[in-house]
């Protein structure tokens, strides 16, 4: 029953815990975005979000410099049915609530671009011209 | 949201999820029971319960020299809802029948006074 254990202990940490209730709003969030909303570094936000995605709650898809992650749930899963009480527990609550608002204000202010405030202003002009990395 | 956080520790750990998984099919359990089901000592059951009596999971009783536990979880709760996901989860896993299984032979034994099974409680 460690497998369990391990499965529950994805959301015994309330960043995790933060970071799946955004993701599990929207279809897919950069790196910066989950910084920006949670107010984290990014060194705290990736290892959370590589903590999620070794025990497979998420998918990455890198785009220039940053990584964006999706939820990687399969219908009826025990993951997606912990995901939906996670919402059910979690959307009374106006703390819960007030971060879905601020992600929906950080993304509405990008608009689709990449992170441009963290770029520098030539790579902000073209972010699709990035060298590989 | 540290609250929600804390409620999904509680089920983070092996032990403790075996004893919420326990106390689940029984009304009542004895400390000793729960050691002689998993065979751990009593200063870890009595530390894991206690770290669950104080997050409300469970309520106590003392009875003699030893202390017995059952769920308290209140109907439609967040920590209801979560019991009822474990077991979902749980009762399709061969190791979790084999705990419960255990758990009946070890009241079994216990009602008879076997000396395997001999805590002094009733």
Redesign the interface.
Known sequence: ??A???????????T???IL?LLSGTEELCVCDIIDVLGITQSKASRHLRHLYHLGWVTDRRDGLWMNYRLAVTPNS?RE??LK??E???AP?P??QALRGQLAHILEAKQGSLCAKRLKPDRQRSPRSLPET | MKKEAQLFKSLADETRLKMLWLLMGREELCVCDIMGVLGTTQSKVSRHLRYLYHLGWVTDRRDGVWMNYRLSVAPGSPEDKQLKLLAEILSSRPEAQALRDRLEQWLAAKGQGKDAAACQCS
């Open positions: 029953m460690r369990e254990a391990r499965f529950f202990k994805s959301l015994s940490d309330e995790r815990l933060k209730w025990p049915k912990l009480l996670l059910e527990i979690l609550q703390e819960a």
